[in-house]
């Protein structure tokens, strides 16, 4: 008799090595290296180190939270949809947070909460579809927007006064 086993899907990778979550992925990812998503994924995760999320043009369900003033995150191809009564983006600090190539639909409050202090932010090559907001901005920031679109937005950018802000429009 002879026994066949699927074999446990894994969502992401660094390099060869293959991971089950992509909060796995983050914990073992050092300073520097890329995370490729290789499946759709419905997970909330933080990240707190200089990382690249490249969403090899996947869906992603959840939410991603930056936590590290320190830290210079890039969130790039990635899909996200669903993400309920809530930001697909929520940065509690980052040195520099770029979003290039992404997509967000159906994400309640919209794509970007920067709700502490993120010093440059940049969004690429972003649309942002049927959300309550599409960015909220706070604290100190740099802010570039280069072809950046929203459709069904209420809301589009919201910036609150806590600190200087520079926005720049290409």
């Known amino acids: 008799t002879v026994s066949a086993f699927a074999a446990e899907e894994t969502v992401a990778k660094i390099g060869d090595a293959e991971y089950k979550t992509l909060a796995a992925a983050i914990t073992e990812a050092e300073a520097g ?3 490729t998503l290789t499946a759709d994924v419905t997970e909330n995760v933080t990240i707190n180190k200089s990382i690249t999320l490249d969403g090899g043009n996947n869906k992603y369900t959840g939410n991603i ?3 590290s003033t320190k830290a210079n995150v890039v969130i790039k191809n990635v899909n996200f949809v669903d993400c309920a009564d809530n930001y697909a983006i929520k940065s509690n600090g980052a040195s520099s947070l770029t979003v290039e190539n992404c997509t967000a639909a159906n994400c309640g409050w919209g794509l970007l909460y920067a709700n ?3 010093n ?3 969004m690429k090559n972003v649309e942002i579809n049927d959300a309550t907001r599409g960015l ?15 459709k069904n937005v209420k809301y ?3 910036s609150l006064t806590y600190g200087e802000r520079t926005f720049t429009f290409k």
């Not at 909220?136 to 929203?150: A, D, G, H, P, W």
């Open 33 to 35: 290296e890329t995370i």
């Open 120 to 122: 440059t932010i940049t």
């Open 156 to 158: 589009g950018i919201e």
């Open 65 to 67: 939270t930056t936590s």
């Open 116 to 118: 502490k202090s993120t």
């Open 136 to 150: 909220r901005i706070n604290y100190n920031s740099k802010t570039t927007l280069e072809n950046v679109t929203m």
